[in-house]
């Protein structure tokens, strides 16, 4: 199916859109679920509340991965969502804890999964800027350098080779530092896996699918449940659902149009076609 027909899906309606890691891959932000992903053991929630060395671990890879994240910028993707929202878009509903589609200029976003520019305190549940973090993170930790290890595998690799195990041996010297409010554990405003979306978020996303007359999911193949539920809660609803991603979606069945292309090139061409 052609961008065409998805425009006269979208055309004169009220329409959601749900986007996933696929949006940002042309900003440089990579899918680990996409295809030809290396296989990758996040963190899990349990294990990050209940260890302290998990802690040491998942902060001082994310001391190093900040440095890099923070200079994404948005696409034409998201910036075609901001066009779209003169079209019938009401909000956009993401999967994506990069903050792009704000930065790009989209007002009504709902943040599924976090921001990973925020922190959250276990304790106090105060939030506070990451960016705030990283400069104390940085003072506390001088010298750190290094790659970030894609993968648990990559890191049992690594242990292996001698450089390795200074690698092992530098998170257990890495300083995590606590709220500065309360002293609690900061975690980062993230959902991890083994952990529930909040309620209120859920529910924010139910109303906003059910005010919709149309459902279009951008760059997702929506691999987890947090996603997908919305797609099948638009289709027992009677709610056309369109689908554009690179690649098969656990949707495709219940996808009335369905395009199989990146999201940069596509929504720019429905922007223009609406
Ligand atoms: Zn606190």
């Not at 004169?12 to 053991?41: E, K």
């Not at 040491?56 to 034409?76: E, M």
């Not at 049992?156 to 709220?179: E, H, K």
Request: glycine fraction near 10%.
């Amino acid at each position: 199916m052609s961008v065409h027909d998805l425009a006269r899906l979208l055309r004169r309606r009220r329409w959601a859109v749900l986007t996933g890691a696929g949006i940002s891959t042309d900003s440089g932000i990579p899918d680990y679920r996409g295809a030809g992903a290396r296989p990758t053991s996040p963190i899990q929630y349990d294990d990050f509340v209940s260890t302290a060395q998990t802690r040491q671990r998942y902060w001082a890879r994310s001391l190093l991965g900040f440095r890099s994240f923070g200079a994404a910028r948005p696409n034409p993707g998201h910036r075609a969502l901001v066009t779209l929202s003169d079209h019938g878009l009401t909000t956009v509903i993401t999967q994506n804890v990069d903050g792009l589609h704000q930065a790009g200029g989209s007002r009504s976003v709902v943040d599924l999964h976090g921001r990973i520019d925020r922190v959250i305190c276990l304790g106090c549940a105060a939030v506070s800027s990451r960016a705030a973090l990283q400069q104390r993170l940085e003072a506390a930790n001088p010298g750190l350098e290094g790659e970030v290890p894609a993968s648990r595998a990559e890191l049992d690799d690594t242990r292996l080779r001698p450089d390795g195990d200074a690698v092992v041996d530098r998170w257990g010297d890495f300083v995590v530092l606590p709220c500065q409010r309360c002293g609690g554990v900061l975690k980062p405003d993230v959902v991890f896996f083994g952990e529930s979306v909040p309620a209120a978020r859920v529910a924010t996303s139910y109303a906003v699918v059910d005010d919709a007359e149309v459902l279009l999911v951008a760059g997702s193949s929506l691999t987890v449940m947090s996603g997908l539920r919305f797609v099948r809660h638009a289709a027992r609803a009677g709610k056309p659902v369109a689908i554009v991603n690179r690649g098969p979606t656990r949707g495709d069945d219940l996808a009335t149009v369905r395009i199989d292309a990146g999201t940069s090139e596509t929504l720019t061409a429905l922007a223009a076609n609406l």
